[in-house]
């Protein structure tokens, strides 16, 4: 570095040719121009640029880079303010040597002579093409599916408002078709994601194949696709359309290898106005009109409907009931004990919910599958677990020590955090874990195996036991079964109702428990002649109206101490 103190004046002017050297090499693309715009010189970033060197633009008008895309005015313009302020910038199309044009941002300044007058002008041309590319490709995101290259859901919503609104001005119908490839869950298991994503983009061209005019097509993401016609001319025209959707996806598809794969869709249907007058309106109720079609048997069409708008409102209505009910004190919990069959003592008791409203018990199948669609089966499941925490401690201040079984539904089990939600109760209201056990029907179990066990595994790290409730309804693989770290497996009483007539499946279930050394319990027992049975066959436990029907804390409590106990500690 230079010392500044001791630099005469002389030696702190920078030397001419290093101006000039800068030009050269520097990157921004420079011009110099005589006042008329005649290029006098151009630097080596110019000549990269615009694939003219120095020697081939020298002479020539400014324009020899200008693309021809820009009107009259918009020059004048530039003239205008050059000559009045002696500089300009703004984006323009500029055209290279070889053709082709490119978006810059230019700049140029004027620079004047002795007498004031602008004798020279100084450009630089900054190439745009990558930034507006990336623009671009922002834009194109926001606005469009990757895979299918459909529009996606923004780009449905702003179309939509838009049609809606163009349609109530002229009074014409439009039509959502909301469309979901069926069991496309089990392609993408068994094919693997990328080629779930082959077959999506090949369903997405043939709907797309179907597009008339003023029609348009989205993906919504998943396997799910929107419809939008614009203008319905009459029902006829909506089943029309509905049955060319089905029909198009009729031929096998093809993977790449040759191998064949049927896809069915189903489809759910939604007018404008009659079904709603608001795009999330519409597009929810061609939604629940498609979940009807799914019902139905899939590979089908349903339209939204006075059926299903009641049924919506009734689950809303149930909803708010729940969240109401939850700050009221409406619910409750029953306990009912199960019984170890050869001493006729409780090993432990299921805690079931109750919904007490206006003087009546709501069925908990009425309204937990209302709650699963919401997060409100996350407070049901917090106020259950906070009773049975609660229930313990009044049994231990009797001396007694009987684990409770809670239930929990497929939606709760399969939650993200559920094991950390039990963490968390299990910290704040401190019972011992070992008299905690989450009851999981067969079919929840079965719905994801990897997920399941390590869910599992987690709960049973937090000291939590397992069950498999309604046993025999789900289809289990035994080899899966034998891997879940579960104590007990609960019989569904349809078999516990067949046993009288055939005891086959009861006595295989109780076979596979014995050889699994996992705890069986037979549910719904009535009778008698059923325990028998059941104590023949091997049966460890039971449950059921024989010993004692879900009741309230203190009717078990009395249970519990005229009939005593069998406990785990
Ligand atoms: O007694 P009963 O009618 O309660 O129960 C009907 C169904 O509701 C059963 O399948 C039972 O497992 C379920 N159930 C009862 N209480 C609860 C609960 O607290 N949580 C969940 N998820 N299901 C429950
Ligand atoms: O699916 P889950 O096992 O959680 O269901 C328990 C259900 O079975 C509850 O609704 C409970 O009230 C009911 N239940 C328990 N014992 C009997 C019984 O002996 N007979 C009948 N019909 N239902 C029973
Ligand atoms: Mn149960």
Redesign the pocket.
């Known amino acids: 570095m230079p010392h500044v103190a001791n630099t005469s004046s002389h030696d702190r002017n920078v030397p001419a040719a290093l101006f000039k050297q800068l030009f050269d090499t520097t990157a921004e693309s420079m011009v110099i121009t005589d006042r008329n715009g005649i290029i006098l010189e151009v630097n080596q970033a110019f000549s990269e640029l615009c694939g003219y060197s120095a020697e081939e633009a020298r002479g020539h008008n400014m324009n020899l880079v200008g693309s021809g895309r820009h009107d009259q005015a918009f020059y004048q313009e530039m003239w205008h303010a050059l000559r009045h302020h002696g500089r300009w910038e703004g984006n323009i199309w500029n055209k290279k040597k070889d053709g082709s044009l490119y978006p810059a941002w230019l700049f140029i300044n004027g620079l004047v002579d002795q007498d004031g007058q602008i004798a020279y002008f100084f450009a630089s041309i900054r190439d745009m093409s990558e930034l507006r590319k990336r623009e671009r490709q922002v834009a194109f995101l926001a606005y469009y599916d990757i895979l299918t290259r459909l529009p996606n859901r923004t780009s449905l919503l702003k179309a939509l408002a838009k049609a809606i609104i163009h349609n109530q001005e002229s009074g014409q119908v439009l039509t959502v078709f909301c469309i979901d490839i069926d069991n496309f869950k089990l392609i993408n298991d068994v094919f693997g994601p990328s080629q779930g994503d082959v077959l999506l983009a090949q369903a997405a061209k043939r709907l797309q194949s179907l597009l008339r005019d003023g029609d348009s097509l989205y993906r919504l993401g998943g396997d799910e696709f929107m419809y939008l016609m614009q203008e319905t001319s009459d029902e006829a025209a909506v089943y029309l359309m509905a049955n060319r959707l089905l029909d198009v996806m009729k031929e096998p598809f093809l993977f790449e290898e040759g191998r064949k794969v049927f896809l069915n869709i189903s489809i759910g249907i939604s007018n404008c106005p009659a079904d709603g007058e608001a795009p999330q309106e519409l597009l929810r109720n061609a939604d629940l009109a498609m979940h009807k079609a799914k019902r139905e048997g899939k590979n089908r069409y349903a339209v939204y409907n006075q059926s299903i708008r009641a049924m919506q409102q009734q689950r809303f209505r149930t909803e708010s009931g729940i969240r109401a009910g939850l700050h009221k004190g409406e619910f409750l919990v029953h306990y ?1 004990p199960k019984v170890h069959i050869a001493s006729r003592k409780t090993t432990s008791m ?1 805690a ?1 919910i109750r919904w007490q409203k206006n003087g009546r018990l709501v069925r908990p199948d009425l309204f937990i599958p209302i709650a699963e669609e919401s997060n409100l089966i996350d407070n049901l499941c917090i106020f259950v677990m906070e009773n049975a925490c609660s229930f313990l401690g009044t049994l231990k201040t009797h001396q007694v020590a009987v684990p409770i079984s809670i ?1 929990i539904s497929p939606r709760q089990f399969h939650n993200l955090d559920f094991v950390d939600l039990t963490e968390g109760l299990l910290k704040q209201h401190n019972p011992d874990p070992r008299l905690l056990e989450f ?1 999981i029907t067969e079919r929840t179990a079965m719905q994801d195996a990897k997920h399941t066990l390590r869910i599992m595994h987690n709960l049973r790290q937090l000291g939590v036991a397992l069950s498999i ?2 046993f025999g309804t789900g289809y289990s693989s035994l080899a899966y079964l034998g891997k879940m770290p579960v104590q007990t497996l ?1 019989i569904d ?1 349809q078999f516990i109702d067949e046993m009288e007539d055939n005891d086959g499946i009861v006595s295989t279930i109780i076979a596979i428990c014995k050889q699994m050394r996992i705890n069986v319990v037979a ?4 009778k008698e002649t059923q325990l028998a049975q059941l104590a023949q066959l091997g049966c460890d436990e039971a ?4 010993f004692c029907r ?1 009741e309230p804390e203190d009717i078990i409590l009395r249970y519990l101490q005229s009939h005593g106990i069998r406990s785990p500690l």
Do not use: M, R
Request: charged share 45%; proline share 6%; hydrophobic share 15%.
């Open positions: 009912q299921e079931l239930n009851e409730d309604d609960k009483k549910e719904g027992v009535e449950q059921g109206y024989l879900p």
